[in-house]
Every structure is written in C-alpha cells, then in structure tokens.
Nanobody, 121 residues
Framework: QVQLVESGGGLVQAGGSLRLSCAAS????????MGWYRQAPGKQRELVAA???????DYADSVKGRFTIRRGSAENTVYLQMNSLKPEDTAVFYC???????????????WGQGTQVTVSS
C-alpha cells in the first residue's frame, strides 16, 4: 500500500513561516497527484494546495500569495512553504496522494496522519 508521512508542523507567531514536508512510499505503481489539505476544529477538511492529476497546481483562495507547493528533490516528496502565517491558518495539515498501489490496482486517495500547525497572535 501507500504511506504518507508529514513533518514540519509546529507553533509559530503570526507573520512567521513554516515548511511542511510529505514523503510518499510503498508499493506505488502510479502517483497521480499530491497535495495538502487542512482541517480546523469544527470545520470541514479543505484543499490548501495540490499538484493536480493534469500537472497543474491548485490553491485555496485564502492562501494564494502566501503558500507555495513545491516538488522535493527526492522522488515522491512535496513541500508546502507557508509564509505570512495568520491565526486563521491554525489547523491540522494533511498530506494527500492519489495513487495506484500494487495491492489495489485502482486509483485511490491516501492520507497522511496529519501535522499540527498553530499560529499565535
């Protein structure tokens, strides 16, 4: 199967920066897309940024100009550079991947366990 491991979350002051990392591993046959979602308490999980299956990028309006998704130098890795962080960015951030695994030969959404990002005023 596919495993996703996130890192880089933490506590930061408003206006500060964090970089999140995600590494995908396992029996991946095809990796169609990777990206980041976030979920605040009592809120629905929302897309933050992603490399789409079509090869483009997609950002939430609330993070455009502040967050940047980048491919890592290592295979099957992505980063989320977050600048000018605001308290409303506070959430658990989840890495997500659309992939075809050897054991399940259909495209499927896989999720990491999440990393907490807390932005204080």
């Amino acid at each position: 199967q596919v495993q996703l491991v996130e890192s880089g979350g933490g506590l930061v002051q408003a206006g500060g920066s964090l970089r999140l990392s995600c590494a995908a591993s396992g029996s991946i046959i095809i990796l169609n897309a990777m990206g980041w979602y976030r979920q605040a308490p009592g809120k629905q999980r929302e897309l933050v940024a992603a490399f789409t299956r079509g090869g483009g990028t997609d950002y939430a309006d609330s993070v455009k100009g502040r967050f940047t998704i980048r491919r890592g130098s290592a295979e099957n890795t992505v980063y989320l550079q977050m600048n000018s962080l605001k308290p409303e960015d506070t959430a658990v951030f989840y890495c997500a991947a659309d992939a075809v695994a050897y054991e399940t030969p259909i495209n499927k959404r896989y999720w990491g366990q999440g990393t907490q990002v807390t932005v204080s005023s």
